[in-house]
């Protein structure tokens, strides 16, 4: 509801309040390794590359081919809903908007990624064997936001890595989806048909 009010706020309200504090707390984090990220920076830069503009087209094009929302006259607001999945809430709410999606639905989606990718990612990339502090926290942040990142705060080396992939993925992402010929194409892969301009 916006307010810290003890007698009108609810528990998102709280969790609102204590988001930058902990977003701050991965910065200082990942200042501390600064050295460590920069010498990695063309890794970094891919990942951002490969994972906003990957994510956001092959998210389309993979609830498209499973229709998801069935043929009802709202498949396509539900299809574009999910598109912001693998980036953080509040530029999903951005991004779910530019394309026309359901924030209620785009809120559920993200969350949901986050919960998957914080439970599993980790043991995932244990199974496959891949050891490599960076490519773990590259592959977390990027596609499993705040609870990801969280997540994988037990490995010092790979946490910067996540914490920097989250945040360079949203804005990629959120940037991809705000140029126009991009975004149409983006509508287009995800529902099928042309964007209403």
């Known amino acids: 509801?916006?307010?810290?009010?003890?007698?009108k706020a609810g528990a998102g309200?709280?969790?609102l309040y204590i988001l930058g504090p902990s977003v701050v707390s991965f910065a200082l984090y990942v200042y501390s390794r600064k050295s460590l990220v920069f010498s990695n920076?063309?890794?970094?830069?891919?990942?951002?590359?490969?994972?906003?503009?990957?994510g956001l087209f092959a998210t389309g094009a993979f609830v498209r081919l499973i229709q998801l929302g069935g043929s009802s006259q709202n498949a396509a607001l539900v299809r574009l809903s999910t598109l912001g999945r693998n980036i953080?809430?509040?530029?999903?709410?951005?991004l779910t908007d530019m394309v026309g999606g359901d924030l209620s639905i785009a809120a559920a989606v993200v969350c949901l990624t986050g919960i998957i990718g914080a439970s599993y990612g980790i043991p995932l990339l244990n199974a496959i064997g891949i050891k490599?502090?960076?490519?773990?926290?590259?592959?977390?942040g990027s596609s499993s936001q705040g609870l990801g990142v969280?997540?994988?705060a037990?490995?010092?080396?790979?946490?910067?890595?996540?914490?920097?992939?989250?945040?360079?993925?949203?804005?990629s992402a959120t940037t991809i989806a705000s140029i126009p010929s991009a975004r149409n194409a983006l509508i287009r892969v995800t529902t099928g048909t042309a964007p209403i301009v």
């Open 41 to 54: 920076l063309p890794m970094v830069l891919t990942a951002m590359i490969v994972s906003s503009a990957g």
């Open 13 to 15: 309200d709280y969790l």
């Open 88 to 94: 953080t809430t509040a530029l999903a709410m951005a």
């Open 132 to 140: 490599d502090p960076v490519s773990r926290g590259l592959g977390i």
């Open 150 to 152: 969280a997540s994988i």
């Open 1 to 7: 509801v916006g307010t810290l009010d003890p007698m």
């Open 154 to 171: 037990g490995e010092p080396d790979a946490f910067p890595f996540a914490s920097v992939a989250m945040v360079l993925t949203a804005v």
